[in-house]
C-alpha cells in the first residue's frame, strides 16, 4: 500500500467515526451537527480524486473534529454550540448567582416601614413586577434548548460577565435612581428626586429592591402614560380600573416616609462589604 493509498483508507475511517459521533451527539445532547458549520464531512468518496496535500488537509479537519474536547449541545431546534462555549456561560451563571446570595443575605435582616424584614417584604411582592421584586440580581438556570444558536450564547456571555463585574451593581443602582427620577416627573411628584439624589448605594438599594413603593411608583407611571393614550382616543377609565389607581396612588403616598427610613440606614456594614460594588 502506497502512501496515497494509506491517507485515503484513513480519510475513510475518519469520516466513518465523525459520522458515529454526529449520531451519539445527536441522541445524548440533541445536537443537529449534519450539515451544520461544525460538520467536517465531505461527500463520500471524494477523498480518491485527492492529491497528498488535499487528503492531509481533509484529514486535519477530521482529527480536529474528532478530539474529545471539541463536544457540541443542542440549542433550541437542534442547533449546535460549542459545550465548552456553554459550559463558559454556565460558569458564569453560577458566579452570578453567588453574587445574589450574598446580596440577598445581607440585605435580608433589614427591617422595612412595614414591620418585616426585607426578606419577608421581598416574599409578599407580585412577582410579575419588574426590579423593584427581583433586585439587581436574577436567578438563572438555561439549558442549552432555551438559547437559539452560538451567536445568541456569545451576548448571553457577554452579559453574564457584565452582571459579575464590580461595576454591575453600583451602574444599577444608578440606573434604577435615574429610571425612577424620570417616573417621579412624568407623574408630578417632583418634590421627592432630591430625597433619592441624596441616598448613598446602600440606602438606595434596600429602598428600590426591599420595598414596593418603587414598584407603585412605575405602576403610577404606567397608569399615566396609558391615561395620556386614552384621552388622545377619548376613552374613559373603567370601575376597575379607578379602584386600581386608588390603591396604587395610596402607595404612592407612602414615598416620603419611605424614603426617609431609607435615609437613616446605616451601612454598608460587614456584611454588606463583602458584596463588591457598594459605595459609602
Known amino acids: 500500500m502506497n502512501e496515497l493509498e494509506r491517507l485515503r483508507k484513513e480519510v475513510e475511517r475518519k469520516r466513518k467515526a465523525a459520522s458515529n459521533k454526529i ?25 480518491q480524486r485527492y492529491n497528498r496535500a488535499q487528503l492531509n488537509s481533509y484529514l486535519s479537519q ?13 440549542a433550541k431546534s437542534g442547533i449546535p454550540m460549542r459545550k465548552g462555549r456553554f459550559d463558559a456561560y454556565k460558569k458564569l451563571e453560577t458566579q452570578q448567582d453567588q453574587l445574589r446570595r450574598a446580596h440577598d443575605a445581607a440585605m435580608g435582616d433589614i427591617p422595612t416601614p412595614t414591620g418585616m424584614s426585607i426578606a419577608g417584604n421581598k416574599q409578599m411582592l407580585h412577582q410579575g413586577a419588574g426590579n423593584a421584586v427581583y433586585g439587581p440580581y436574577r436567578e438563572f438556570d438555561r439549558m442549552p434548548s432555551d438559547i437559539t444558536g452560538p451567536a445568541a450564547l456569545e451576548k448571553l456571555i457577554k452579559d453574564m460577565r457584565t452582571r459579575v463585574s464590580s461595576e454591575f451593581l453600583p451602574n444599577r443602582i444608578q440606573q434604577g435612581k435615574e429610571n425612577l427620577k424620570k417616573a417621579l416627573t412624568v407623574i408630578g411628584r417632583t418634590e421627592f428626586i432630591e430625597d433619592i439624589d441624596k441616598l448613598n448605594d446602600y440606602q438606595f438599594d434596600a429602598f428600590w429592591y426591599g420595598t414596593n413603593v418603587a414598584e407603585a411608583v412605575f405602576m403610577q407611571y404606567g397608569i399615566e402614560t396609558d391615561r395620556v393614550a386614552s384621552e388622545v382616543e377619548g376613552e374613559e377609565p373603567t370601575r376597575k380600573e379607578r379602584a386600581q389607581d386608588k ?30 460594588g457598594f459605595k459609602r
Not at 449520531?23 to 477523498?47: H, I, K, M, Y
Open 23 to 47: 449520531a451519539r451527539t445527536r441522541r445524548q445532547n440533541g445536537a443537529e451537527l449534519a450539515g451544520s458549520q461544525f460538520d467536517p464531512r465531505r461527500n463520500p468518496g471524494v477523498e
Open 62 to 74: 477530521l482529527n480536529d473534529f474528532m478530539r474529545r474536547t471539541n463536544q457540541f449541545v443542542g
Open 247 to 276: 390603591v396604587i396612588q395610596g402607595a404612592v403616598d407612602e414615598l416620603g416616609s419611605v424614603l426617609q427610613w431609607a435615609s437613616g440606614l446605616r451601612g454598608p456594614g460587614e456584611a454588606t462589604e463583602k458584596i463588591r
